[in-house]
């Protein structure tokens, strides 16, 4: 019987110009592939699972600066790597984004998102 690789599950805050999960899912995945290559973003198995954009935040200094909050879900094995990956993505549309880990899990019930 196959063993099924383990997964983990990561809430994470995005900062920045980001309207849509569409979006969201072209900068993660986007950032993954950039750190990673296309072999290791392959096994990393990177997916959005849920996105949040009503979450703004109250003080801004700019209007276009928002918070949003999404579930990503990526195997155990590359978990360090995916966490590397999204902190250093800085640009998406020639626009600064800023994506922070909030939480770890094993299950998107235990985030309590």
């Not at 383990?6 to 805050?13: D, G, H, M, N």
């Not at 072999?39 to 700019?62: E, I, M, P, Q």
Request: proline share 2%.
């Amino acid at each position: 019987m196959p063993v099924l690789p383990k997964k983990r599950y990561l809430l994470v805050e995005i900062t920045g110009v980001i309207v849509d999960e569409k979006s969201v899912k072209r900068l993660v995945h986007g950032a993954v592939q950039e750190f990673l290559g296309e072999l290791g973003a392959g096994k990393a198995r990177v997916s959005v699972k849920a996105f949040d954009s009503s979450t703004s935040s109250g003080s801004s200094n700019s209007n276009d600066s928002s918070k949003q909050r999404a579930i990503i879900q990526c195997q155990l094995d590359s978990l360090n790597e995916t966490i590397a990956a999204l902190a250093l993505k800085r640009k998406y549309d020639e626009k600064d984004v800023k994506i922070t880990l909030k939480k770890i899990s094993g299950t998107i019930k235990a985030l309590g998102a």
